[in-house]
């Protein structure tokens, strides 16, 4: 914590002194260019890094805010600030409009529409009659704050850094929230994130207009720091370097999209400077060696310059400071054995393949359910209808009694039904503690608005409270503040757990927790499992563990072919003749 603290002052007091210091009207307009270039990256690092949407039409937005403000400033003498706030909701309109089209889209869609909308801004922006078609547009004014103007470099290095700071300050909070946590986990998909009731397509609309919000003040200040704006800076071949230097810095750190920042232009330009030097030649040999250079470190540092530096930080701990907060409310508790979860006829095709044929089934309060059968039977497809993964064909389903048949994993989720996974899904760089407690997204409520401003520390607390006492409940809190990805299986097995029960749940379903467990972790489990139960918890559990199985559960339903066989206590299935021959083999 020291070191990075000092690492910071040291970078603040540097940029505060640059100006004051004889260094010479290049690297001072240099050093502009590059903190417009972070403000656009550090939308990157939130859109990309974090949120794993590939946008290359980051230019675009930084168009928007640069014409905005030059033609409402040139043409109506309007005030700059108050450009900057109509650049700022045109952007926001027009970021909205199209990750509302594209963002529901999986794979490469939102690339290719970005791409689509880069080209497309740029050619209306290069044929527009008010906006001087391709020649653009020339003498915006300066900014002046306070009465005092910033056409001096020096003085708008200062505007332009401090607007750096704040964002990536911004940034750093929202990572470090309910919203950032939400947003890391859309990541690798949105099935864990909708269960733990994240509305994944609103907070990835929300990463897209907050990358082209600071896109658009990138643009704003580039108007003004150049005096002119014309089409060609806010073309694709643009848009592919922002994604470039998110990409060398560090696409998942902030700090990562400084560097990304910082080197490319630096690097650009010194090339070429000396390739002709060095080569006795002229020509855009510089350009091959950037190649070159860009392919090396893709190749030898994947996540990015700052990763490695990374690396060799220590990481810091997260101060417990949550043991005096309040706790979280609980749902009230259905009494001991009133029905949970009724399923009636619940079926489900797959073209031709009836996966599930009309299945029953009840879960009551306080008993565990085991839900087993070869594979193929139809017990992962009967649990993506129970979670809302997959819509049934016919059939219903209530939960205490309301229907839940069509509902959306969020909304299942919110009533009252947590769930974990037969592969584990978590944010594997992400401590335990901030894993458990994605678990309890919906017992929260600070917005993004709040997490950008730090002013959801008093309920951050309050979750991290819940995400202890829940890794206390399982037995791994001395684990909280290791990293996810270290754990082995078993324990993050424990730990999707603990992060299902920070939901607070009725129901809970378990996906297979004893696959790749060593037997010692087999019996951690069942004794938590016993508890839990003993809690008044109820428990669906599908399970190819038979001595697990035979173990924990009250009763068991067997499937074959998508039908139920038999159901009754661990003793009649097993002495049931159809299920030996079935199941056991014999
Ligand atoms: N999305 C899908 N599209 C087509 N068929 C599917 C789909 N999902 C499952 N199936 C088929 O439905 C049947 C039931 O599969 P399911 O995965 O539910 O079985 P399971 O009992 O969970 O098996 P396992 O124990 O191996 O996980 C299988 O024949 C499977 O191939």
């Known amino acids: 914590m020291i070191l990075r603290r000092a690492f910071l002052f040291a970078f603040v007091l540097v940029l505060a002194l640059l100006p004051l210091l004889p260094v010479s009207e290049f690297w001072i307009t240099q050093a502009n260019y590059i903190g417009l270039y972070s403000l656009v990256v550090i939308g990157l690092v939130l859109l990309t890094g974090v949120a794993g949407l590939i946008s290359f039409g980051q230019s675009a937005f930084v168009g928007i805010g640069a014409y905005t403000t030059a033609y409402l400033a040139i043409k109506f003498g309007v005030s700059p600030w108050l450009t900057l706030l109509a650049g700022l909701a045109i952007t926001a309109v027009a970021a909205l409009v199209l990750g509302w089209v594209t963002l529901r889209m999986s794979g490469h869609y939102l690339a290719l529409a970005t791409i689509a909308w880069c080209l497309a801004l740029y050619y209306l922006l290069g044929n527009l009659e008010p906006l001087g078609k391709f020649d653009g547009l020339t003498g915006v004014p300066s900014l002046r704050l306070f009465g005092f103007s910033l056409d001096n470099r020096r003085h708008f290095f200062y505007l332009v850094w401090l607007l750096v700071i704040a964002a990536a300050l911004m940034a750093s909070y929202l990572l470090d929230s309910r919203m950032g946590r939400a947003l890391r986990a859309v990541r690798s998909g949105t099935v864990m994130a909708e269960a733990m009731g994240v509305n994944t397509f609103r907070i990835k609309v929300i990463a897209f207009i907050l990358a082209a919000l600071l896109a658009s003040v990138s643009g704003w200040l580039y108007a003004h720091f150049q005096s002119t704006v014309n089409p060609s800076p806010f073309g694709l071949n643009m848009g592919i370097e922002y994604l470039f230097m998110a990409v060398i810095g560090g696409a998942g750190?902030?700090?990562?999209?400084?560097?990304?920042?910082?080197?490319?232009?630096?690097?650009?330009?010194?090339?070429?400077?000396?390739?002709?030097?060095?080569?006795?030649?002229?020509?855009?040999?510089?350009?091959?060696?950037?190649?070159?250079?860009?392919?090396?470190?893709?190749?030898?540092?994947?996540?990015?310059?700052?990763?490695?530096?990374?690396?060799?930080?220590?990481?810091?701990?997260?101060?417990?400071?949550?043991?005096?907060?309040?706790p979280l409310a609980e749902r009230a508790r259905p009494a001991h054995g009133e029905v949970v979860l009724d399923a009636r006829a619940l079926r489900k095709t797959f073209g031709g393949l009836v996966a599930v044929n009309d299945v029953d089934l009840q879960v009551r309060a306080g008993e565990i359910l085991g839900l087993i059968g070869p594979n193929g039977a139809g017990k992962s497809t009967t649990f993506n209808l129970l979670t809302g993964v997959l819509g049934v064909t016919s059939g219903e389903i209530t939960l205490r009694g309301e229907s839940i048949r069509g509902m959306r994993s969020r909304e299942i989720a919110r009533r009252g039904v947590a769930r974990t996974f037969q592969h584990v899904k978590m944010l594997a760089d992400m401590t335990v503690l901030e894993n458990v407690a994605l678990g309890a997204h919906l017992r929260g409520s600070a917005g993004t608005m709040r997490a950008l401003l730090r002013l959801d520390r008093a309920e951050e607390r309050r979750l991290f409270r819940e995400a202890e006492s829940q890794l206390r409940r399982i037995g791994i809190a001395d684990l909280m503040h290791e990293q996810a990805g270290n754990l082995s299986m078993g324990t993050q097995r424990l730990m999707e757990i603990a992060r299902a029960l920070c939901a607070d749940p009725t129901l809970l379903l378990l996906d297979e927790p004893a696959a790749g467990l060593r037997h010692k972790e087999k019996q951690a489990l069942a004794g938590v499992l016993r508890q839990l139960r003993s809690e008044g918890l109820s428990i669906l559990l599908v399970e190819h563990d038979m001595d697990l199985v035979m173990d924990v559960t009250d009763r068991i339903v067997v499937m074959e072919f998508g039908t139920k066989l038999t159901e009754g206590t661990p003793a009649e299935v097993q002495a049931n003749s159809a299920v030996r021959t079935a199941y056991l083999g014999n």
Request: hydrophobic share 50%; proline share 4%.
């Open 253 to 326: 750190y902030i700090w990562g999209a400084l560097v990304g920042a910082g080197v490319m232009p630096v690097l650009h330009d010194q090339l070429q400077t000396w390739m002709p030097r060095l080569l006795g030649v002229t020509g855009n040999y510089e350009i091959v060696v950037f190649g070159v250079v860009l392919v090396l470190v893709l190749r030898y540092a994947r996540d990015g310059l700052w990763a490695t530096v990374e690396a060799r930080l220590p990481r810091v701990r997260r101060r417990t400071d949550w043991a005096d907060a309040r």
